[in-house]
């Protein structure tokens, strides 16, 4: 995680690694004050009739659990917290006042941060900060969470500490873009916790604005035999190289990466992110023939035991995969099963189905798409393909080069609050592949186009555009 020269503060193999016990605020004590009948006869600061309806039901109740951290900070001595103890109690308050009342109580906006960078921290203040002063601010702190999302129970205490200490001790695990969100502190707290989470637990703040936002990555290969390459490596090695581009807002609008270690999409990067990587092959699935007989026998549930909740029947090989495959480049003889791997379009179904008895390719590498966004304004799209395919092996130069080409042309033409995906949208795919020297692919469109308002350059046409009316007129008479 995070900063140069501290990324191994609490790396086990490491001598002298950092642990809990080195940094920890809390004593055990302070950390388990109370007990679960303390927290049934619990009555919260505020009334909140509608709210208690949410802790009906099997979920896991977020009412619930806010409840319990207001408990808990009531129990711990003022100088324990260096924001208001009542934070959890007053954010309930007003939630169950916006229940009540249909409408938000935050105000518009908030401009805060921490000195060097230029995002990170969204502001948010209540408009009820007489009726709810612990909540009169109440920032929100996004940090750069570990490829992946792998932690050690002993790295998320500490986290854990700081959230409590310095902030509301309510977390969102994770933001929808990969983020660690702390969820409600104070102004005056946002350098102190930017100083522990730097010294302390070797981990940097995340991006907001109109910056590169916090890189995020499918687990690929760390516990996925479909990965394709090293989502974890390549997304913390590209946050890494882009630390400026994230802290200091330099470009028309937000852009973000994903990374996903095949086309299957865990971290939903074609939907997510501006710039999508995903995983594919291009040589041929490999088959183990002898796994496929033992999924017919079914010996091997289908779908990795995924479809056990329902009786589907017997194993169908002809009806659940050969059918299925949308280029129907799949044969099953009886005995043995047979791809034309000229016509795979490497969906993952037949993978998917039976992950015991086909495999990716071996000449792996990924897809590059570009300019996937939600609604605003032009309407919301998914990613366009633009490298079919490109090796990704550390260090990526080959990947940084067509990246970079990208975010400068976008820098340079990009107007004020528009998606790398509505540029190229404004200005066309055919100009996006000339800025990245890259020719036309069949294979970067799904179909050719069907109007004919088509542009020429000039230097492609005989005889370019000057043309003289007198020299049409000698053939033309008006
Ligand atoms: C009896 C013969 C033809 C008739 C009655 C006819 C009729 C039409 C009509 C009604 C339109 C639609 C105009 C609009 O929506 O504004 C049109 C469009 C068009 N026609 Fe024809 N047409 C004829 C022959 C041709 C021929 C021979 C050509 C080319 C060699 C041609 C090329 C076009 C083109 C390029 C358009 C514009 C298409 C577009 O706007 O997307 N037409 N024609
Ligand atoms: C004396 C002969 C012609 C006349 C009077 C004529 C007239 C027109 C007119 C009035 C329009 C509609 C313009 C507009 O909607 O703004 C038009 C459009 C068009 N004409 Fe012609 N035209 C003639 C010959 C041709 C020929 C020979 C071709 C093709 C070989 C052609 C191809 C087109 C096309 C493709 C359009 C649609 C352009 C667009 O919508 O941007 N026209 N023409
Ligand atoms: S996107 Fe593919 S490689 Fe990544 S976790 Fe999902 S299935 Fe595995
Ligand atoms: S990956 Fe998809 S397209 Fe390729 S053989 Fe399997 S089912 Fe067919």
């Not at 490298?387 to 970079?404: E, H, M, Q, W």
Request: aromatic share 10%; glycine share 10%.
């Amino acid at each position: 995680m995070g900063i140069p020269g501290q990324e191994h503060l609490w790396d086990k193999e490491v001598k002298g690694h950092r642990t809990y016990n080195d940094i920890r605020i809390f004593t055990d004590e302070q950390l388990k004050n109370y007990t679960e009948e303390e927290l049934k006869n619990f009555k919260p600061k505020h009334d909140t009739p509608m709210l208690d309806e949410l802790e009906k039901g099997p979920w896991p109740s977020f009412v619930s659990d806010i409840k319990r951290e207001a408990l808990h900070r009531k129990k711990l001595a003022q100088d324990d917290m260096m924001i208001p103890r009542d934070v959890a109690d007053d954010l309930l308050g007003q939630v169950e006042l916006s229940y009540v009342e249909k409408e938000t109580h935050w105000k518009h906006g908030g401009i805060v941060g921490v000195l060097g960078y230029g995002g990170g921290v969204v502001g948010r203040y209540s408009d009820q900060q007489a009726k709810f002063p612990g909540v009169a601010h109440f920032h929100t702190y996004r940090i750069n969470q570990p490829g992946g999302k792998f932690y050690t129970t002993d790295w998320l205490r500490g986290f854990c500490d700081i959230c409590e200490y310095r902030g509301s001790g309510i977390t969102n695990m994770h933001g929808s873009t990969g983020d660690m969100v702390i969820l409600g502190t104070t102004s005056d707290q946002l350098e102190p916790i930017f100083f522990d989470l730097t010294h302390d637990l070797g981990v940097d703040i995340g991006g907001s604005g109109g910056n590169l936002r916090t890189p995020s990555d499918c687990l690929g290969k760390a516990r996925c035999e479909f990965a394709c390459f090293d989502t974890m490596d390549m997304c913390y090695d590209m946050t890494m190289t882009y630390q400026d581009e994230l802290h200091r807002p330099a470009f028309p609008y937000k852009f973000k990466f994903k990374f996903d270690g095949c086309p299957n999409g865990c971290v939903a990067s074609i939907a997510r992110s501006d710039c999508a990587f995903i995983g594919t092959w291009k040589d041929d699935i490999r088959i183990n023939q002898e796994a496929v007989k033992e999924y017919i026998a079914g010996k091997i549930p289908r779908n990795g035991g995924e479809m056990t909740g329902r009786d589907w029947g017997a194993f169908n090989i002809q009806e659940e995969v050969i059918e299925r495959c949308p280029t129907q480049c799949m044969n099953w003889d009886g005995n043995k099963i047979s791809i034309n791997n000229g016509e795979c379009t490497r969906c993952m179904h037949c993978i998917d189905v039976m992950p015991e008895a086909l495999r990716v390719g071996a000449d792996q590498g990924l897809s590059l798409l570009f300019g996937a966004k939600a609604p605003i304004l032009e309407g919301a799209r998914l990613a366009t393909l633009v490298i079919p395919f490109i090796y990704a092996k550390s260090p990526y130069d080959n990947i940084k080069a067509v990246v970079r080409k990208a975010i400068d042309w976008w820098t340079e033409e990009g107007k004020n609050r528009e998606r790398i995906g509505e540029l190229i949208n404004r200005v066309g795919l055919g100009t996006f592949l000339d800025v990245l020297g890259i020719p036309a692919m069949p294979q970067m469109v799904k179909e050719p186009r069907s109007n004919a308002y088509m542009f020429f350059k000039e230097s492609e046409v005989p005889g370019g555009w000057k043309r003289d009316i007198k020299d049409y007129r000698k053939r033309h008479p008006a």
